[in-house]
């Protein structure tokens, strides 16, 4: 198992669109619908943003959205707050019952 | 509501075996489906899986950590526990536990261990 592939950072101005990548293999990404997308600020636990790789928890902005093509998992934040600013690990199912996370992006509001 | 809380030591020196637990409530670990992760996030570094527990009893452990880890529950107590041997300053961090379907949904505080001696 190796860590999935996210950018280390990203940036975008207040009302634009960002988009977070994280890339795995056909043995995680590529052969689950099992991604998911955490949110974490500063001193705070992770919040899980996007399940399964397009489902949102209750409570999570519609401008949080996800999708998958091959083994590249995708977090689009549309309309981008102030209080979008924070870290975003992608998680993936890696059969039998092993998970693996990406190592994080920053993304700053600018 | 489901919560989740971690307790351990704060400050455990080189060799040393830490000891963490779960405590949760608001779900049961004997529920199909069900599971308990705990996941560590060195200062100012990413999350780093270490291991997951399920209903069944059924244990799963990171490859990279796997000969020092041990998970166990205690359905009755809602509580799970996590053993990691030999620790080593790399291992400083903090250390979050969390309930698992097909994600981490809900997690605990963490608590943040410290190695050194």
């Known amino acids: 198992q190796s860590a999935l592939t996210q950018p280390p950072s990203a940036s975008g101005s207040p009302g634009q669109s960002v988009t977070i990548s994280c890339t795995g293999t056909?043995?995680?990404?590529?052969?689950?619908?099992?991604v998911s997308w955490y949110q974490q600020h500063p001193g705070k636990a992770p919040k899980l943003m996007i399940y399964e790789v397009t489902k949102r928890p209750s409570g999570v902005p519609d401008r949080f959205s996800g999708s998958k093509s091959g083994n590249t998992a995708s977090l689009t934040v549309s309309g981008l707050q102030a209080e979008d600013e924070a870290d975003y690990y992608c998680s993936s199912y890696a059969g039998s019952n092993f998970v693996v996370f990406g190592g994080g992006t920053k993304l700053t509001v600018l | 509501q489901i919560t989740l809380k971690e307790s351990g030591p704060t400050l455990v020196k080189p060799t040393q075996t830490l000891t963490l637990t779960c405590t949760f409530s608001?779900?049961?670990?004997?529920?199909?489906?069900?599971?308990v992760g705990w996941i560590r996030q060195p200062p100012g570094k990413a999350l780093e899986w270490l291991a997951l527990?399920?209903?069944?009893?059924?244990?799963r452990y990171s490859p990279s950590l796997k000969s020092r880890l041990t998970i166990t529950k205690d359905t009755s107590k809602n509580q799970v526990v996590l053993t990691m041997t030999n620790m080593d300053p790399v291992d400083t961090a903090t250390y979050y536990c969390a309930h698992r379907r097909s994600d981490f949904g809900y997690w605990g505080q963490g608590t943040l261990v410290t190695v050194s001696s």
């Open positions: 527990i399920y209903w069944d009893d059924d244990k």
């Open positions: 608001g779900f049961s670990l004997s529920t199909s489906g069900v599971g």
């Open positions: 056909t043995s995680d990404v590529g052969g689950y619908n099992y």
